[in-house]
């Protein structure tokens, strides 16, 4: 069997283990995936298997996935991701579910964060922010100064003293 499935994130909650102690948990929406393509050594130079998740409105993908789908009379999926194995141990065609792993194996999740942009002092550095009135125009969410005693920024002169 494939130890690995494509899933996405559906939100957080929080479980208690024995002792009454809450854990936080992820919950992911894990398969079925579908078996897309087998690559094998002797026509692709290595061995990986090909899996398809999520089923995705047909007008979304181009006529060469389709193609690659109806091959194996499969649904539009929308993601199409590859896992080396040693031995393929199934199928073109095949279903593969979370039946794959063991109660309490351990599994490594990889995942894309969502990108946010450039963002400013406020959201990335939890600076406070200016104040609302007293003459503040457009300076409500900006950064004002970063720090004191630095190059480039104000030094104390040798001589000078309040």
């Known amino acids: 069997m494939i130890k690995g499935l494509i899933g996405k994130k559906i939100g957080m909650t929080q479980i208690f283990d024995s002792e009454g102690r809450a854990k936080v948990v992820t919950l992911i929406e894990a ?3 579908y ?10 130079g290595y061995s990986a ?6 089923e995705a409105n047909p007008k979304r993908l181009t006529s060469g996935q389709m193609g690659h789908l109806k091959r194996n009379n499969l649904p539009p999926l929308r993601f199409l991701r590859e896992f080396r194995v040693k031995a393929p141990l199934v199928k073109e065609g095949d279903s593969v ?3 794959a792993f063991m109660i309490g194996e351990h599994v490594d999740v990889m995942g894309t964060s969502k990108g946010k942009g450039f963002q ?3 959201k990335r550095y939890h600076f406070k922010g200016g104040p609302k009135t007293h003459g503040q125009s457009d300076r409500h969410r900006a950064p004002g100064s970063r720090g004191s005693t630095t190059t480039p920024g ?3 002169h040798k001589g000078w003293c309040r």
């Open 31 to 33: 398969g079925p995936c």
């Open 35 to 44: 078996v897309t393509q087998v690559r094998l050594p002797e026509k692709d």
């Open 49 to 54: 298997v090909q899996l398809g998740f999520e």
């Open 97 to 99: 579910t979370v039946t």
């Open 120 to 122: 400013g002092g406020v």
């Open 154 to 156: 104000r030094q104390r």
